[in-house]
């Protein structure tokens, strides 16, 4: 695939900017949500049936029974692709797996060319996953962003670990958990070691039996990591334990933030999981994606709560509860709805970059034209994917001061500055800033404020002559 053709210019191109994929969610979960039909629909669907399902399917296998199979999977599915086209660019807690999948995908074997070399981060990070999504993903790469960070890579073998503890394979669960323990995330022996030792304690495995499992595990997983990892980083490296030894044993993990049922069953899956967020609390570094991988287990005790309350709804003091629910899944709602909207705002380079090259169109430029990226804009948006090919070149050169900048050859800047010396702002970018509630309908707004700013160097022709609405 050329290079002008990623991700952000196949979500603007295909349909209307997206919408169609967008329109095509929606339709496919009314049909999961609605499968049957009226009278009006009758006489076509009788036809299809007659003619066509029942040649090419079995009774007993028709969508009714897939749908009750895979229909909440469908939903979820459509939900999914629903934040990636509306929410395409990815922030600084994504760039090393997003970088590393754009590597991959277009240098291939060129490792001198890959970002993670000249722009190496606090700690290595491994490359198994990248490697994993961008096989996967190769033939549809404007979705492989929504895996772009070791948390979701975690977070798959992680539910992998609770759907086979739900099962009753405790030994492929500890598996699971150690694979992700030593490749993604380090800090998953958090959850590892509750689990573990309620196995232990309930007499679902054997120790000698399960030391067996997690020993293999880790020697197979260790040794992937390393092999694909050392290549990757030309050196020896077992990225997760350098991790662990930066963030555990250093306990430096505070330099960059600080933060803080119903089912006789629930409890022994719950009690784990808040195990593993009691002691990650115990880190200076807080953020709520840490403990992503607590949301499934949390999710499926609501869930358990959730279905006791409606099967009982008929009963007096039960009525009274279910009413309760049904406001808070109202509340989850519309909170989901202006948290969604506030991400789609969060992402102000990457939309500024799309803006620049929509409106310059430098097609007729014979010399190159240098975009330069400060810390702010390639933290909130901008990834390689978003570059296009010539005559756009792109730098991220880093502790370039304000003053300097009117001395360096750059044609354009996108950074946090609204004036620099030597250049003309020729538009801002809006990005969201906070929410506030009012009086009226709607009683929560989303406030935005200029937060990124393009600029053109002043000693640059503008061949087009291009009126830009200023800043």
Request: charged share 20%; with cysteine.
């Amino acid at each position: 695939m050329p290079t002008d053709t990623k991700m952000a210019n196949f979500l603007q191109s295909y349909g209307s900017s997206g919408y169609d994929l967008i329109l095509g969610a929606i339709a496919a979960i009314y049909v999961v949500m609605s499968p049957y039909t009226k009278v009006e629909e009758s006489f076509n669907v009788q036809i299809y049936t007659e003619k066509e399902v029942a040649q090419a399917m079995p009774t007993d296998t028709k969508m009714a029974n897939f749908l009750q199979s895979y229909g909440y999977d469908l939903i979820l599915g459509a939900i999914a692709a629903i934040y990636v086209v509306m929410s395409p660019y990815t922030k600084v807690e994504e760039s090393f797996n997003v970088q590393s999948m754009h590597d991959i995908l277009y240098h291939r074997h060129r490792l001198d060319s890959y970002d993670h070399l000249e722009f190496p981060g606090v700690v290595p990070r491994t490359f198994v996953g990248a490697f994993i999504v961008s096989f996967l993903a190769s033939p549809v790469v404007s979705f492989i962003t929504w895996l772009g960070f070791p948390k979701i890579y975690s977070l798959v073998a992680v539910n992998l670990a609770y759907g086979n503890w739900l099962k009753g394979n405790f030994y492929s669960a500890l598996s699971f958990l150690i694979f992700s323990t030593v490749i993604f995330r380090c800090d998953v022996m958090l959850l590892l070691g509750p689990i573990g030792l309620e196995f232990l304690l309930t007499r679902s495995i054997s120790f000698w039996k399960a030391l067996k499992y997690c020993v293999g595990t880790a020697v197979v997983a260790v040794g992937l990591t390393i092999s694909v990892d050392s290549i990757m980083w030309k050196k020896f490296v077992w990225p997760e334990f350098e991790v662990f030894w930066f963030n555990s044993i250093l306990n430096r993990s505070s330099d960059w933030g600080l933060g803080t049922v119903f089912d006789r069953r629930v409890p022994f899956l719950i009690l784990p999981v808040l195990s593993f967020v009691i002691l990650y609390s115990k880190l200076p570094h807080k953020e709520l994606r840490f403990i992503i991988s607590s949301v499934p287990m949390l999710n499926l005790s609501a869930a358990v709560a959730a279905s006791r309350i409606y099967n009982n709804r008929k009963k007096t003091i039960w009525k009274l509860v279910n009413m309760v629910m049904l406001a808070l899944f109202v509340i989850s709602a519309g909170c989901t709805i202006v948290t969604f909207m506030a991400s789609y705002n969060n992402y102000p380079s990457g939309y500024a970059l799309k803006r620049l090259h929509q409106i310059s169109h430098p097609a007729n430029v014979v010399g190159e034209e240098w975009v330069h990226i400060d810390t702010f804009g390639a933290m909130n948006g901008i990834s390689r994917f978003c570059e296009e090919g010539f005559p756009w070149r792109y730098s991220k050169e880093e502790e370039v001061g304000v003053e300097e900048l009117r001395n360096r050859n750059f044609t354009y800047l996108v950074n946090e500055h609204p004036s620099v010396d030597g250049y003309k702002c020729l538009f801002s970018e809006e990005g969201f800033d906070r929410l506030e509630l009012r009086r009226g309908f709607p009683p929560i707004v989303l406030v935005k404020r200029a937060k990124v700013y393009v600029h053109r160097n002043r000693k640059k022709e503008d061949h087009l002559h291009k009126k830009w609405p200023g800043c």
